[in-house]
């Protein structure tokens, strides 16, 4: 690993968690550039953010150096964050509490489909384009989240970023079918002011990146209330062992889902440990969740590794209630070029009798995305006052250490 490689990692660290920097530390140092980091304009000031396991959440595997979908090399992640006003609720003034999260397979600079696949575990909500993507079996272009009301506008914004950065030739480039999926946001956020603009959803494109991911409060995530806490983004991921083919796995949800008491963290009852300010006594809400790998895997490959992500919701405690839209999509950034036009392609394909590390390191991932999601979040009030209360970290503390499952 290169200076400059090391240096980029360095520069993430607002959003790494505390264990990620201490390994970058230890790698900084024999290079010298521990010092010139430390005294860098671009870092002063900047604080990192616990993270679950920060707080002593025990998760089983392990996780990549940002613990992030963005572990799997090529991936990366933007957000556009739109808060604004208080009080009362005026529709098409505010209070504005929503935003837009993009995810982009290859990274900004590539038109390279992916192979992916979808699962609905749920229905009560949308993503778009995903009848060509089970037909086709190609994820091409980003994958965007947004709020329920904003779908539509989200999406005609990507069409039109994509025709900029790679306008219509004679390879026939001339439709898309975009990824664009939802949560509600409409308990904190004035959903049908259509707060969302395109403008927005070119930010969080053009804004992409890789390395650390910010979560909670942020993009698409931005209103959202997971298991009567504040939710929103979480992300997490797992390396398998070379033994296993040494692949990266990534997840990242957009959380809204979830009924208080049957919160389960590390396997604790945490939901019921900590009643105070219960909101919706029911799991409504929704829970988008994108998976990442760079196995190679080809579509019923990944149509069998993203249902996975359900037994990590599970864990969680979510039975995936009728008012809940838990809608899922998994993609693989192996055999590039996959979707070219010209020539019969060769492709890569994992054995179906390997699947079964990556199938847990779905479960695993999805388990501690959601828990990050809960743990970034911060306390909101939104629309007409309504507050939600973020997880209390001190408090999640004491039950895990009460089931004797606090990590030291």
Known sequence: MGPHVLMEKWMNLHCMSFRSLRHLIRSLAPLGLLGCALNSPWTAGAQAKPRARDLG????????IYNAITDVKGVEVGHATLISGSGKLVVGQGPVRTGVTAILPRGKSSTDPVFGAWFTLNGNGEMTGTTWLEDSGFLDGPVMITNTHSVGVVRDAVIAWRVKKAPPDQNGYEWS???????YDGDLNDINGFHVRPEHAWRALDSAHGGAVEEGNVGGGTGM?????????GTASRVLEQKYGGYTLGVLVQ?????????RIAGVPVGREIPDHKIRDNDVGSIIIVVATDAPLIPTQLKRLVRRASLGLGRDGSFSGDGSGDIFVAFSTAN?????????????MLPNERLNPLFLATVQ???EAVVNAMVAAETMKGINDFEVMALPHDRLREVLRKYNRLVP
Request: hydrophobic share 35%; with cysteine; charged share 15%.
């Open 177 to 183: 079918l975009p990824v664009v999926a939802e949560t």
């Open 255 to 263: 959380c809204n889902y979830g009924w208080r008491s049957q919160l």
């Open 365 to 367: 991932a999805t388990e």
């Open 57 to 64: 959440v025990p998760f089983d595997g392990t996780p990549g």
């Open 336 to 348: 590039s070029g996959a979707a070219g036009k010209q020539r019969v392609q060769q492709i890569m």
């Open 225 to 233: 209330i997971c298991n009567e806490f504040k939710g929103g983004i």
